[in-house]
């Protein structure tokens, strides 16, 4: 007996062409929602205050550190500016979600072609041009700051997918809520209880795991450090958020009443991608990557580049390498004011990381007491480069930093003369150089090791008389003195003497005190 199979194949083109006509449905119907979702204030409001935020960022950071910028710095600030944005999102979506419900029409849409399940993907990816906006947005942040002349290190394409991967999940909650708990106060009790849950979770030790649960972890505002030593599962977190989204739009259909096989392939798919990059990030620094850390605060010559120029050696990590021709010109700025031997000494310039516990904590490294080497950070720019100038003029004047700490002679008036004697407003770089921001009385000045020098009221007053002098008759007498002027038996009266300037009154109070 023999069986024949006939394939209909008038059948077949009418499934296939009820497949396109779902999709091209779907999508329709999305392009609407996107459109409608457009005109609500919320959205709308907290959309221009995005662009207001970033446009504000890009326009005025042409100077100070902004100028320098660290890429692999840049990548995860772009992550916090449209967490508002996507809050609004999903209150937007899920009130779109509900529109139906609140006006009476969900047993019209019941007689139509599309499904409740299809019309949930259809409002899930009306929040797709949100994202892709957002994403162009931190393309453009990002790019601004890759162009610069002197930025450094090298930005994460995951670390930049954070922010439009955060409004893809906003979405895909807000439509989630909407089918699981139609109430227009979902979304506030919702986030209201998110916050709490976190805050709870995170009130202990060891939270790292709970940290990255949320969408975007900046961990900013500390100093710069290598790329290879940030220890960011930046990702294992893009895939995590990846299939969280995925994961919640297909739950979102399942209670609408979809049970495609795709669906559940895609849900199960999802799943396994949500818990991959979950449990990927949750281990936190390994033990690799603590040695590494502490190899290179401890011993960072052996990772960095060394360069010559103009007589003194320039070692940087290799991400900021391209900085040594602005510290040189510090350098020589510096030792041309300089007498004696120290006006040709040969100096290391070396680059100084603290050994790292987490990234937002700013640096204060310990006083090197080499001989001849000057401290420099990961950061230039804006008030870097004066307390760079006090680090050259302090082993110039001192030998090495930790003999310079404790100076309360004629040295510190040097330093200071040294470091700023060439700057075109000394007066106003010697007050933000100052830690109250004043011009009299004692005070300790910044250095590049994240430390301070002491200088007292009345080299204080020495300093600024001698800004007011011609600068090529002081360094005239600066060169003539020289070594009375780096001597610790010379004190600031007498090296006001030997300047030429108004001897203050009293002893030093850093002698006093």
């Known amino acids: 007996m023999t069986t024949t199979l006939v394939t209909n194949p008038a059948a077949a083109g009418r499934a296939g062409h009820d497949r396109d006509t779902a999709s091209a449905s779907v999508f329709a119907l999305a392009v609407f929602e996107a459109r409608q979702l457009l005109l609500q204030i919320p959205l709308l409001v907290f959309g221009l205050l995005y662009l207001a935020y970033v446009g504000y960022g890009l326009i005025g950071r042409d100077e100070g550190m902004d100028a320098y910028p660290v890429l692999h710095d840049v990548d995860r600030a772009t992550q916090g500016g449209p967490e508002l944005l996507a809050v609004a999102l999903l209150v937007c979506v899920h009130r779109a979600a509900l529109l139906n419900r609140r006006r009476g029409l969900e047993e019209q849409f019941g007689v139509l072609a599309m499904p409740p399940a299809r019309r949930t993907l259809a409002h899930a990816l009306s929040a797709v041009p949100f994202a892709v906006g ?22 994460s394409v995951f670390e930049l997918a954070v922010a439009p991967l955060t409004v893809l999940l906003a979405g895909a909650l807000g439509v989630l809520l909407a089918r699981v708990l139609p109430h227009p106060a979902a979304p506030l009790f919702f986030l209201l209880a998110i916050g709490l849950v976190t805050s709870l979770l995170t009130a202990g030790s060891g939270t790292h795991g709970v940290d990255w649960l949320w969408p975007a972890v900046l961990q900013n505002g500390g100093t710069p450090v290598p790329g290879e ?3 960011r599962p930046a990702g294992w977190h893009a895939l ?15 209670v609408a009443g979809g049970r495609a096989r795709l669906l559940k392939a895609a849900a199960a798919v999802a799943l396994a991608a949500a818990v991959a990059g979950a449990a990927g990030q949750t281990p936190g620094d390994s033990a690799g990557l603590q040695a590494a850390r502490k190899a290179e605060a401890d011993h ?20 900021w390498k391209g900085w040594t ?16 031997e120290q006006a040709t000494t040969r100096l290391t310039v070396r680059q100084r990381i603290q050994e790292i516990t987490d990234l937002t904590t700013d640096a204060t490294l310990p006083t090197s007491s080499t001989p001849g080497t000057v401290t420099v950070g990961t950061q ?9 100038a006090v680090g050259v003029a302090r082993v110039l004047v001192a030998g090495n930093e930790r003999a310079s700490v404790e100076m309360c002679d004629a040295r510190a008036v040097t330093t200071m003369w040294l470091a700023l004697a060439t700057d075109p407003t000394p007066e106003d770089t010697f007050r933000h150089l100052r830690i109250d921001d004043s011009l009299s009385g004692s005070a300790a000045v910044l250095t590049p090791d994240g430390g301070s020098m002491s200088v007292s009221a009345q080299q204080t007053e020495v300093v600024r008389e001698l800004f007011r002098e011609p600068h090529d008759t002081v360094a005239a007498r600066v060169k003539a003195h020289w070594q009375e002027l780096v001597s610790p038996h010379t004190t600031t009266a007498e090296a006001a003497r030997l300047l030429g300037v108004r001897v203050p009154k009293g002893p030093d109070d850093c002698l006093t005190g």
């Open 134 to 155: 957002v994403a162009v947005v931190v393309d453009v942040q990002f790019a601004r700051a890759a162009l610069r002349p002197g930025a450094v290190g090298h930005g």
């Open 229 to 231: 030593l940030l220890g």
């Open 240 to 254: 995590y958020l990846t299939g969280l989204t995925v994961l919640l739009v297909c739950v979102a259909m399942w």
């Open 300 to 319: 960072p010559a052996k990772f960095q580049t060394c360069v010559e120029r103009a007589g003194s050696r320039y070692c940087a990590y290799p991400d």
């Open 325 to 340: 021709v602005d510290w040189a010109g510090v350098v020589h700025r510096v030792q041309s004011e300089a007498g004696g």
């Open 380 to 388: 230039w720019g804006g008030n870097r480069v004066p307390e760079f």
